[in-house]
């Protein structure tokens, strides 16, 4: 079979889906550029922000992101992949509006999970707060036993004013001494591992930052991309 063209729906924020796109290329077995796949990236900035669409209850996001879906659809990928955790609260309105497969970024982690650490009964979750109020892992976890432990509402708002400093571009270092603080506030309620829930938070914190086991979503989507670009067998094909 054929290797699957991916399309990428990209922009937020922008470099969080440049990192992506190096995993993936981490990620794929190639010698030379000709074993590279071939990916056509939309990187779309202008979609609303999602927290602020979520916490509001904006529905004017949804067409911005189904158009670019589509955008994508008509220049002939065969999927689309979504390096952006949030925004997997309008999941079902995208893949209603397309007629090729979208990966499920929130359920692969969690499989990741799951596979990895088959007897794992607690999680830190770090995200937007549109991430965290919506329940996005909280669900899936909840399906495979997993209790996701999140921050308190103060500490809540200073990962998200964490993470908005990082798309911003400006004051990184103190944007990762606030997710440090509250990831390690997870550990001290028994957290057997953390989920980086948000694709901006890895370009500041790496996964051997912690002594627990550290699942960075952007690097999780990177693997599920390229195994089912080369027509591997992953979970999502059980939902598209």
Same mark, same amino acid.
């Given at each position: 079979?054929?290797?699957?063209?991916?399309?990428?729906l990209?922009?937020?924020?922008p470099?969080a889906?440049?990192?992506?796109f190096?995993?993936?290329?981490?990620?794929?077995?190639?010698?030379r +550029?000709q074993?590279?796949?071939?990916?056509? #990236?939309?990187n779309n900035?202008? =979609?609303?922000?999602? %927290?602020e &669409? /979520?916490? *509001?209850k904006?529905d004017t996001?949804?067409?911005v992101?189904?158009?670019?879906a589509k955008?994508l659809?008509?220049?002939?990928?065969?999927?689309?992949t979504?390096?952006?955790?949030t925004v997997h609260?309008f999941? +079902?309105d995208?893949?209603?509006?397309?007629? #090729?497969?979208?990966?499920?970024m =929130?359920r692969?982690v %969690?499989? &990741? /999970?799951? *596979?990895?650490?088959?007897?794992?009964?607690r999680?830190?979750l770090?995200?937007?707060?549109g991430t965290?109020?919506?329940d996005?892992y909280?669900?899936?976890?909840?399906k495979?036993g997993?209790?996701?432990?999140?921050p308190?509402?103060?500490?809540?708002a200073?990962?998200?004013?964490?993470?908005?400093?990082?798309k911003a571009?400006?004051?990184?270092?103190?944007a990762r001494?606030?997710?440090l603080?509250e990831?390690?506030?997870?550990l001290?309620r028994?957290?057997e591992?953390?989920i980086?829930g948000?694709?901006?938070?890895?370009?500041v914190i790496?996964?051997?930052?912690?002594?627990?086991?550290?699942?960075?979503?952007?690097?999780?989507?990177a693997?599920t991309?390229v195994k089912f670009?080369?027509?591997?067998?992953i979970?999502?094909?059980?939902?598209?």
């Amino acid at each position: 079979m054929p290797e699957k063209i991916v399309g990428v729906l990209g922009g937020m924020g922008p470099e969080a889906t440049v990192d992506f796109f190096a995993k993936v290329i981490a990620l794929t077995p190639a010698k030379r +550029d000709q074993n590279h796949l071939r990916i056509i #990236i939309d990187n779309n900035p202008k =979609i609303p922000d999602r %927290t602020e &669409a /979520i916490l *509001t209850k904006d529905d004017t996001l949804v067409p911005v992101l189904v158009e670019t879906a589509k955008n994508l659809e008509r220049a002939g990928v065969d999927f689309i992949t979504i390096p952006c955790n949030t925004v997997h609260y309008f999941y +079902d309105d995208l893949k209603k509006a397309v007629s #090729i497969p979208v990966l499920h970024m =929130i359920r692969e982690v %969690t499989n &990741a /999970i799951k *596979t990895s650490l088959p007897n794992c009964k607690r999680v830190g979750l770090l995200a937007t707060t549109g991430t965290v109020t919506s329940d996005l892992y909280q669900k899936e976890c909840q399906k495979v036993g997993i209790e996701v432990l999140v921050p308190n509402p103060q500490g809540q708002a200073e990962v998200m004013e964490a993470i908005l400093r990082i798309k911003a571009g400006s004051s990184k270092a103190s944007a990762r001494k606030a997710i440090l603080k509250e990831a390690n506030q997870l550990l001290e309620r028994k957290a057997e591992a953390l989920i980086l829930g948000c694709t901006d938070i890895p370009l500041v914190i790496k996964v051997n930052a912690f002594p627990v086991p550290v699942f960075d979503s952007n690097w999780v989507l990177a693997e599920t991309t390229v195994k089912f670009a080369m027509a591997e067998t992953i979970s999502s094909q059980q939902d598209i």
